[in-house]
């Protein structure tokens, strides 16, 4: 089992460019969640899913949107990118709703110049 | 509103010294406490939750509920603890469960 992965490992954008964030779990979990890793501000909920076709905020859902293609795929996108979303991104599964047991993926390293 | 606090952004210490990485937390109900790590170039993973009791690699963590803390604690450091360590919590917050991560605290281990 690959666990949960990401895709890609280093982007760098230029400010307002748009991508997506790709993240896939094969481990049949309900719930999956996009956090973001700053110096000094720990690990902070974007999104999360609870299940297959459900999807809410996080804590800091500005400037992000979200798609729960299936089961299995959560990704995460930037419309407009801005400097600063700038961070290091975490994709995570878990097989309850917010369940402490949280899988995460190896974490994208975004740069918006 | 719940929260976690690590005071310490860095905790420095030698091998075979005792190791504390402290976490408070502030949450009106019941708990589940936990610490995550991160080594270095490695994905974040589980180490040990407060409801196993369990002791993982050395560490052990108690949660007290009348000092609202889940202290980290390991008697002799190795070289391999070091890593980011994070606290987290998973509790109800506006109806749903919600788990809140402290900022981290890198331990280092001097050899």
């Known amino acids: 089992n690959a666990g949960v992965t990401q895709t890609p490992k280093f982007q760098v954008l230029k400010t307002g460019q748009s991508m997506t964030l790709q993240c896939a779990q094969d481990m049949n979990h309900n719930s999956m969640y996009w956090y973001r890793q700053d110096p000094g501000m720990g690990l902070r909920l974007i999104y999360y899913?609870?299940?297959?076709?459900?999807?809410d905020k996080g804590e800091v859902p500005n400037g992000y949107n979200v798609s729960r293609l299936n089961k299995r795929e959560f990704s995460l996108r930037l419309e407009s990118a801005a400097p600063s979303q700038t961070s290091v991104y975490f994709c995570a599964s878990s097989g309850q709703a917010n369940s402490y047991e949280q899988y995460f993926g190896p974490g994208t390293r975004l740069t918006v110049t | 509103a719940q929260r976690v606090t690590q005071p310490e952004k860095l905790l420095s210490v030698f091998k075979g010294a005792p190791v504390e990485l402290k976490c408070n937390y502030s949450?009106?109900?019941?708990?589940?406490l936990f610490w995550y790590v991160q080594y270095s170039r490695q994905r974040l993973q589980l180490l040990l939750r407060h409801i196993s009791r369990e002791s993982i690699k050395g560490f052990t963590a108690d949660l007290n509920k009348g000092e609202t803390s889940f202290h980290l604690k390991k008697p002799f450091a190795q070289e391999e603890d070091s890593a980011m360590y994070y606290c987290?919590?998973?509790?109800?917050?506006?109806?749903?469960?919600?788990?809140?991560f402290g900022i981290g605290t890198k331990l280092q281990v001097i050899p």
């Open positions: 899913s609870a299940s297959e076709g459900t999807t």
């Open positions: 949450y009106s109900g019941s708990p589940e």
């Open positions: 987290a919590l998973s509790g109800l917050s506006g109806g749903y469960q919600k788990v809140t």
